[in-house]
């Protein structure tokens, strides 16, 4: 049987850069071989695709987890380690976008979203390094302070813990005064997102499901009332599956991957700083993003390390673009760091739709998936993932769910506008 256990960068240093380092090791897997029958197979190791797996298991259900490469090897080992609430789009967007029903059904699902990881963390003992002191989303200038008031404002009204930070609070939190003011969001963190993703595989084995790397599904076929899914190295009946590949999809539901424009975003990671710079720059350890368009994101790991980064991609002519530009805007936010040396440096690809909100579908009769999370990937996979397990176990309805069902839709210009996201990102830090 192939082993799928991985070393350190097994797929380069760029891929997956310090969470690949610093993560736990996941549990010993195998790629599938042979025939097996489940009452659902799930497609993608990812949060979702884990999530469900567990909360399916725990409740009894044969499940057979079905990973292309290793767990967490797409946006979940990736991802800056947020655990926001909501959605890139101010809550009265949202609302105004789905419908009140839908609207605020997602709204509350999504606000609780991260309480709901905290507490997967803590039930199966996760080491993924969670801070539960916020984050903070950062004003840069009038028209970002405007911003973040208005935000604040639309969660207050749906009583979620939100509050705006004047200039001199926010300089408090961060360590610098770059920024106008900053919306702290009690109910956020961080963590280390591919531990997170390796300690939720650790309690899916746990809970009965069996899980296989290394096992992409090459064909997937609706017989009369079974799903009958190939690999390469073997097959799996199912009654169900769920399908939770999301930005990183291929094979038979590449068409996921078609509706959303893929945004690059790297990250940097520091040597760890000194005791006294713990001290001034984020001595709450919050999750930090700033309002501008291309935007910037920052926050430290459990060794000292900040983490840094923002739009685009570390290849080509874009890794020394982007590593000069982002030592530029360290100097400016924290001067007193110097010449500090960066130990590791990744990136990947955020799914971004048409409208900035995700999507349900379904693929033909027990065949669902939630895809297109726009860089909210932690806790909106966590919950929606327990959703599909709900719907399964028939203790909801599609009309319960906070997504009503639609078509897969090809974004247009698709590979045009994501070589523009590229470009326009280096030439923005260029400048």
């Known amino acids: 049987m192939l082993s799928t256990l991985q070393t350190p960068h097994s797929h380069g240093p760029r891929s997956h850069g310090l969470w690949q380092a610093t993560a736990p090791a996941p549990p010993a897997t195998t790629a ?68 009140p029903d839908h609207g605020e059904r997602l709204l509350k699902l999504l606000g609780e979203g991260p309480a709901e990881v905290m507490a997967l963390i803590d039930r199966h003992g996760i080491d993924c390094e969670l801070e539960r002191n916020g984050t903070l989303h950062c004003a840069v200038g009038a028209a970002g302070l405007a911003e973040i008031r208005v935000r604040e ?16 609070e926010t300089a408090a939190k961060l360590g610098t005064s770059a920024y106008a003011g900053a919306l702290h969001d009690a109910r956020a963190g961080t963590l280390q997102p591919l531990a997170y993703a390796r300690g939720l595989a650790t309690a899916v084995v746990k809970a009965g499901a069996t899980l296989h790397t290394s096992s992409p599904v090459t064909a997937a076929e609706r017989k009369p009332d079974r799903w009958h899914l190939c690999t390469p190295g073997g097959t799996v009946d199912a009654d169900w599956v769920v399908v939770a590949t999301d930005a990183y999809s291929t094979g038979p539901w590449h068409m996921v991957r078609t509706e959303q424009v893929h945004l690059p975003y790297f990250n940097l990671a520091t040597q760890p700083l000194s005791p006294d710079l713990l001290r001034k720059i984020l001595p709450g350890r919050e999750g930090v993003w700033d309002t501008k368009t291309i935007l910037s994101s920052f926050r430290l790991d459990r060794a000292g390390r900040l983490v840094f980064g923002s739009v685009g991609a570390l290849r080509n002519s874009g890794t020394a673009v982007h590593k000069a530009w982002a030592r530029r805007a360290l100097s400016r936010l924290f001067p007193e760091l110097g010449d500090i040396a960066f130990e590791h440096e990744w990136y990947g690809q955020i799914g971004m739709t048409g409208d900035a909100l995700p999507r349900l579908h379904t693929f033909g009769p027990n065949a669902v998936g939630f895809s297109g999370y726009n860089g909210r990937g932690i806790a909106p996979g966590t919950v929606f993932g327990r959703e599909l397990a709900l719907l399964i176990s028939g203790e909801k309805t599609y009309a319960d769910l906070p997504l009503p069902v639609s078509e897969v839709t090809p974004a247009p210009f698709r590979r045009s506008r994501e070589a523009w996201y590229e470009a326009g990102a280096q030439v923005a830090h260029l400048l």
């Not at 469900?52 to 490469?69: F, I, N, S, Y």
């Not at 947020?82 to 105004?96: H, Q």
């Not at 639309?154 to 009583?159: F, K, L, M």
Request: hydrophobic share 50%; aromatic share 4%; charged share 15%.
């Open 153 to 168: 404002a639309q969660w207050q009204r749906r009583g979620a813990p939100v509050r705006v930070l004047d200039a001199i």
């Open 32 to 99: 599938l071989q042979g025939h097996v029958s489940a009452e659902i197979v799930i497609v993608g190791g990812g949060y979702t695709g884990m999530s469900c797996a567990l909360h399916l298991a725990e409740a009894g259900r044969r499940v057979v987890l079905l990973e292309g490469k290793e767990v967490g090897f797409g946006g979940a080992g990736r991802n800056v380690g947020l655990i926001n609430a909501g959605l890139w789009l101010a809550p009265d967007d949202v609302s105004a976008a789905l419908g």
